[in-house]
């Protein structure tokens, strides 16, 4: 048996010295394009991002001034964060010296939308307090305005007194002009919840 080996073994060796090695280039064996090569790809500027877009819309809505846009800040997260929606815009906008901060969220169906501001009334702010529809209780040290549609979930908070009622009726209106609004609430700063939508 061992004699067997060692002559198959001596046949590969002998064989191997006689072969030649051709070589194929990756490109040889893929297919192909004939719209793309490298010869004729030129790199074009990117489209502006939804970001870009979101933040032109809300410049839009306050035509009569300019709004000055905070870059670079790392995205403020809240409770629908943690839910999986399909398109989430932020903007910081700066008054003064306070941050505006501008939230969006679209889910995939109304009843997931609707879902996400259930879930997040019950645990809302920065103390996770539990918000029943109509309350007017304290829940957060800042000013707020949340709202909920069949499509779109809302947020805008700053940290100062800031007429929050006026981006209820101009911007979210503007940004959402077709959408019914099921229920939206604001708080002003050491002030009660205010309620301003009813759901139909």
Request: charged content about 20%.
């Amino acid at each position: 048996m061992m004699r067997h080996s060692f002559i198959i073994v001596l046949f590969m060796v002998s064989c191997g010295d006689n072969l030649e090695v051709e070589t194929v280039s990756l490109e040889e064996i893929l297919p192909q394009s004939t719209e793309y090569s490298k010869s004729n790809y030129v790199e074009e500027p990117l489209e502006k991002d939804s970001t870009s877009v979101f933040r032109n819309a809300v410049q839009a809505a306050y035509s009569d001034s300019i709004l000055v846009f905070v870059e670079g800040v790392p995205r403020q997260k809240f409770f629908p964060d943690r839910l999986t929606a399909t398109s989430h815009e932020q903007a910081f906008i700066r008054f003064g010296e306070d941050t505006l901060v501008v939230t969006s969220w679209q889910f995939v169906d109304s009843l997931t939308t609707v879902n996400a501001f259930y879930n997040w009334l019950d645990c809302y702010g920065d103390n996770c307090s539990e918000i029943r529809i109509g309350d007017t209780k304290n829940v957060t040290k800042k000013c707020v305005f949340t709202a909920v549609s069949t499509a779109h979930l809302v947020h805008v908070e700053c940290p100062a007194n800031f007429d929050i009622t006026a981006w209820r009726s101009r911007v979210i209106s503007f940004l959402y002009p077709e959408e019914t609004w099921t229920y939206g609430f604001s708080q002003e700063r050491r002030k009660g919840m205010k309620w301003h939508f009813v759901a139909q």
